[in-house]
Every structure is written in C-alpha cells, then in structure tokens.
Antibody, heavy 121, light 111 residues
C-alpha cells in the first residue's frame, strides 16, 4: 500500500524560498502524476501543480511564476519550490498521488500528512 | 480560473439526507465528467470519497453519492451519521492546459 512521506522547512522569512519534498513508498512511481496542494489556515484547498516521472509538469497559473516542481525518479521523490514567499503563502502543504491523467479524469486518492509552513518575519 | 462555488454550510439530523452543491462553468464542471469530492475532518488530511462524478472508492460507504447536472455537481450524504460531520470539497478538471480547481468547501453539521 502506497504511503507518502513529506518533509521540509516549516518556518520561513518573507522573500525566502519554500522547499518541500515528498517520498513515495510501496508503489509504482512511474504510473502516476504527483501533485502538490495547499490549504491556508481556516481556508479551502488550492491546487499548486503536479509532475510525472518524466518531468512533465502542470502549474496553477496564479503561482506559476514562483513555483518549480521537480522529480527524482531514482529516489521516488518529488519536490516543491516556491520562491519569494510572503505571509499569504502560510498554509499546510500536502503532496498527493493523482490517479487518472491531469488532462482527463483525475483525482487524489493518496495524500501525505501535510507540512505546516509559516512565513513570518 | 476561479474556485468552484459551494455553500459554506449544510446540516441535517441523524438519519436525514444532506446535499451539497458545487457550481462551476462549462469550462470545468459542466464540460467534463471529472468531478471528485473530498472529506476533511478538522486538522486532518482530506480523503477521496467520490471520483468521476459518481464513483466511490473502495471502503467509502454507499451513503455517499454524487451526481451532476449542467454546471453543477452535487454530493448527497444519505442516512447522516455523526461521523459525517466534516468539511467537504469538490474538485474538477478545468481543461485549458490541464488546470485543476477546487470548490470553496462546505461544512456539514449533524444536528
């Protein structure tokens, strides 16, 4: 049964770069897309973007200029970088497995436990 | 792309049914049968409960059902139980460069 384990810095100062990594355990890595989602305190979910094993990415247009999602297939890991963070980027960040295809039916059926990221001076 | 619109709250007594709407446009909900729903307890990880409008993953009770009409998708919880008290989010494929969009979320209260 697949498990996602995520890690990264939880406290950042404004203008720094957020960096998170998600490791995939117990499942085929190449068969899926892998997604990042975030949830600001008391608010709803927001799609950030996703990547597949070959490095094909899709990004939320509202974040695209600051977001980079990368993959290390040999380690079965994918990572999120968000540059120039502000207080508005404070959120719980989740990684998730995408079943289906981003260009068709797709849904997140396995989630990481989430990482709380706080941006504060 | 804009978030899909959901009512902020919904409620029902145990045993009753509650239906949550998820309204988008012809570019997302209305254009594709690619709506999914997620249940989230406070402080917990979201859980997939419906995909492709009306399909339930293994382990999800059949009290949960989904449907779609035009630009609006709906999640119905029948025979409400206390453990159904949670936040619910819809999500849809939004076409155009493989965009994805979430709903604004609905808090379900079991009275």
């Amino acid at each position: 049964q697949v498990q996602l384990q995520q890690w990264g810095a939880g406290l950042l100062k404004p203008s720094e770069t957020l960096s998170l990594t998600c490791g995939v355990y117990g499942e085929s890595f190449s068969a899926y897309y892998w997604r990042w989602i975030r949830q600001p305190p008391g608010k709803g979910l927001e799609w950030i973007g996703e990547i597949n094993h070959s490095g094909t990415t899709n990004y939320n247009p509202s974040l695209k200029s600051r977001v980079t999602i990368s993959v290390d297939t040999s380690k079965k890991q994918f990572s999120l970088k968000l540059s120039s963070v502000t207080a508005a980027d404070t959120a719980v960040y989740y990684c998730a497995r995408v079943s289906g295809s981003p260009s068709q039916s797709n849904y997140m059926d396995v989630w990481g436990k989430g990482t709380t990221v706080t941006v504060s001076s | 792309q804009s978030a899909l619109s959901q009512p902020p709250s919904a409620s029902g007594s145990p045993g009753q049914s509650v239906t949550i709407s998820c309204t988008g446009t012809s570019s997302d909900v209305g254009g594709y049968a690619y709506v999914s729903w997620y249940q989230q307890y406070p402080g917990k990880v979201p859980r997939l409960i419906i995909y492709e409008v009306n399909k339930r993953p293994s382990g999800v009770p059949d009290r949960f059902s989904g449907s779609k009409s035009g630009n609006t998708a709906s999640l119905t919880v029948s025979g409400l139980q206390t453990e159904d008290e949670a936040d619910y989010y819809c999500s849809s494929y939004a076409g155009n460069n493989n965009l994805q969009v979430f709903g604004t979320g609905t808090k379900v209260t079991v009275l």
